[in-house]
């Protein structure tokens, strides 16, 4: 079955303790990004990849780090969370040249 | 600094009817625009997008208008069936076409259908 998994879905943290949310996908896309989505802000980007080995920062990028190694897996970290990165995250991938993302089930992520 | 721009939170419309969702941006540079629809708990999907050389974009029950001058689009559904109920969301990049990274979104509206 195509699709994006991230693990984990629920989170709940300490401000400082490192940690990665893990996105991976089997559809073999070039493309794939991390949003989180906040009340009344909608989503927004946080990195972005084109391909491996290339990232670029989206509009949010700040407290957060990403690698591409593997054309499947693109994980976020989080060097020293804080509680301003409280929020509901969602990785995507998608086929260079169609619109169409395929969006993770989210992970919700609370940092005390 | 918001560079997309949903302004109303809520749309409701009775079934049957045209919902019309709309969506400003300030960035000149954004060049491609795209919307998405979202259900609770779920992962946003892709609706229809259109390139700033075009003026509208049809398929199906959903067509989206650009203005290129008024830095303003805007989606219609119709008629509206009470499955698009739904969070939209447009979303704009500076890059043309299909080749884009970097995308910025909207806060979306919640619209509602009633039956």
């Known amino acids: 079955e195509a699709q994006v998994t991230q693990n984990p879905r629920y989170l709940i943290t300490v401000t400082g303790k490192k940690l990665t949310v893990t996105c991976s996908q089997n559809?073999?896309?070039?493309?794939m990004s991390w949003y989180r989505q906040d009340p009344g802000l909608g989503l927004r980007q946080i990195y972005y990849s084109m391909n491996v080995e290339v990232t670029d920062k989206g509009d949010v990028p700040e407290g957060y780090k990403v690698s591409r190694k593997e054309k499947r897996n693109f994980p976020l970290i989080l060097e020293s969370p804080s509680p301003n990165q409280t929020s509901l995250y969602f990785c995507a991938s998608r086929s260079q040249g169609l619109n169409e993302q395929f969006f993770g089930p989210g992970t919700r992520l609370t940092v005390l | 600094d918001q560079q997309v721009k949903q302004n109303s939170p809520s749309l409701s419309v009775q079934e049957g009817r045209i919902s019309i969702l709309n969506c400003d941006y300030t960035?000149?540079?954004?060049?491609?625009f795209l919307w998405y629809k979202k259900y609770p708990a779920e992962g946003p999907t892709f609706l229809i997008s259109?390139?700033?050389?075009?003026d509208k974009n049809e398929d199906g029950r959903f067509t989206v208008f650009l203005n290129k001058s008024a830095k303003h689009l805007s989606l219609h559904i119709v008629p509206s069936q009470p499955g698009d109920s739904a969070v939209y969301f447009c979303?704009?990049?500076?890059?043309?076409?299909?080749?884009?990274?970097?995308?910025?979104f909207g806060q979306g509206t919640i619209l509602t259908v009633h039956p």
């Open positions: 979303a704009a990049s500076p890059a043309g076409g299909t080749s884009y990274g970097k995308l910025t």
């Open positions: 259109i390139s700033s050389i075009k």
């Open positions: 960035n000149s540079m954004f060049d491609y």
């Open positions: 559809m073999n896309h070039e493309y």
